[in-house]
């Protein structure tokens, strides 16, 4: 079956620091474009961070740049997101994203005191 | 960074036809920007039904089409049944960052 599945998830203080992993089975990421996505509670979706096939191009969203790393190893078939510095306004389940699919089934990060 | 814009709401009656729209505060919205759209239902995880525009997945229902319409992107449902109800997200393109829409709550009534 070709699906992607999210881990690492967790409650975080904030200022703390956590790293998503996204691994894939049933195909090779290293012919996809990959992205992370997030949702808030209650909230509509975020578009994350992107990185390309061979992590020369990196795009991230201004509300995360400077605080998340995404990054790819396409020998272990599975994406990353180290975030740092991390605020309550992160709270979200964070979702990998092949394109032009799969999509994991995400993992809840809390970030809270 | 783009602004993305969604209806916020919007409502067809089962069997009717309706077409979301997906625009984008820097201009037109083209084939460059490859416009996806995803279904959100209720506890469950968002899944593409569109993607490059007007491209299918296996398992987008036929009843799903995508086009650009009048500068923005589109995605028409027609013959709507009652499992179309759901939230739905365009995803535009920006010479490599990425924005979604803020989503339109389809309703089937």
């Known amino acids: 079956e070709v699906q992607l599945v999210d881990s690492g998830g967790g409650l975080v203080q904030p200022g703390g620091s956590l790293r998503l992993s996204c691994a894939a089975s049933?195909?090779?990421?290293?012919?996809?474009?990959m992205n992370w996505v997030r949702q808030a509670p209650g909230k509509g979706l975020e578009w994350v961070s992107y990185i390309n096939t061979d992590s020369t191009i990196i795009k991230y969203a201004d509300s995360v740049k400077g605080r998340f790393t995404v990054s790819r190893d396409n020998a272990k078939n599975s994406l990353f997101l180290q975030m740092n510095g991390l605020r309550v306004e992160d709270t979200a389940v964070y979702y990998c994203?092949?394109?032009?699919?799969?999509w994991g089934q995400g993992t809840l990060v809390t970030v809270s005191s | 960074q783009a602004v993305v814009t969604q209806e916020p709401s919007l409502t067809v009656s089962p069997g009717g036809t309706v077409t979301l729209t997906c625009g984008s505060t820097t201009g037109a919205v083209t084939s460059g920007h490859y416009p996806y759209w995803f279904q959100q239902k209720p506890g469950q995880a968002p899944r593409a039904i569109i993607y490059?525009?007007?491209n299918k997945y296996s398992w987008t229902p036929a009843r799903f089409s995508g086009s650009l319409l009048g500068g923005k992107a589109a995605l028409t449902l027609s013959g709507a049944q009652p499992e179309d109800e759901a939230d739905y997200y365009c995803?535009?393109?920006?010479?490599?960052?990425?924005?979604f829409g803020g989503g339109t709550k389809l309703t089937v009534l």
């Open positions: 995803l535009l393109y920006y010479s490599g960052v990425r924005a």
């Open positions: 049933g195909f090779t990421i290293s012919g996809h474009n």
């Open positions: 490059n525009t007007s």
């Open positions: 994203a092949a394109d032009p699919a799969p």
